[in-house]
């Protein structure tokens, strides 16, 4: 009698962990596989409007498109950092010509104009293997360096 009763507790058992088992890889299964989200943002219709419009219960915001667009740290194919954006309040000469009369060091050998830190900032190399950092707005000089060559 006694085994009979444990062989049925064991198959109840059994039954138990299997169909949670079988729930657990059903919802894996299903969370493995997030929907695409090029569906998502090229739905443009009013049934599309009202799910917008609903409350977003996840922490994930819907994105599309590239993603790396308008990117501050965006670097270019050679991996060289993208060109920097705005207009300078000051021209290149100017720069050159602060940067000389900073360093009193001869005539500078390369001027070249930077994003550093959101800031635009000019590169003034001179032989001696000193970089000055002009500021491209204000005209005043940031500090110098050695140059990384």
């Given at each position: 009698?006694?085994?009979?009763?444990?062989?049925?507790?064991?198959?109840?058992a059994?039954?138990?962990?299997?169909?949670?088992?079988?729930?657990?890889?059903?919802?894996?299964?299903?969370s493995?596989?997030?929907?695409?989200?090029?569906?998502?943002?090229?739905?443009?219709d009013?049934d599309?409007?009202?799910?917008?419009?609903?409350?977003?219960?996840?922490?994930v915001?819907?994105?599309?498109?590239d993603?790396?667009?308008?990117?501050?740290?965006?670097?270019?194919?050679?991996?060289?950092?993208?060109a920097?954006?705005?207009?300078?309040a000051?021209?290149?000469?100017?720069?050159q010509?602060?940067?000389?009369?900073?360093l009193?060091?001869?005539?500078?050998?390369?001027?070249?104009?930077?994003?550093e830190?959101?800031?635009?900032?000019?590169?003034?190399?001179?032989?001696?293997g000193?970089?000055?950092?002009?500021?491209?707005?204000?005209?005043?000089?940031?500090?110098?360096?050695?140059?990384?060559?």
């Open positions: 009698m006694k085994i009979n009763r444990f062989i049925a507790l064991a198959a109840i059994l039954l138990v962990v299997g169909a949670m088992g079988a729930v657990s890889l059903k919802v894996f299964a299903q493995g596989n997030p929907p695409a989200q090029s569906q998502a943002c090229d739905q443009q009013d599309s409007a009202e799910v917008q419009n609903a409350p977003d219960t996840d922490n915001d819907l994105q599309c498109g993603q790396n667009e308008g990117s501050e740290e965006a670097e270019s194919a050679d991996g060289q950092d993208a920097p954006t705005g207009t300078p000051i021209t290149a000469e100017a720069a010509k602060t940067a000389e009369s900073y009193n060091a001869g005539t500078a050998v390369k001027v070249e104009l930077d994003d830190n959101g800031a635009l900032v000019y590169s003034v190399e001179f032989s001696n000193t970089d000055v950092k002009v500021d491209a707005m204000t005209g005043s000089v940031l500090g110098t360096e050695p140059t990384e060559d």
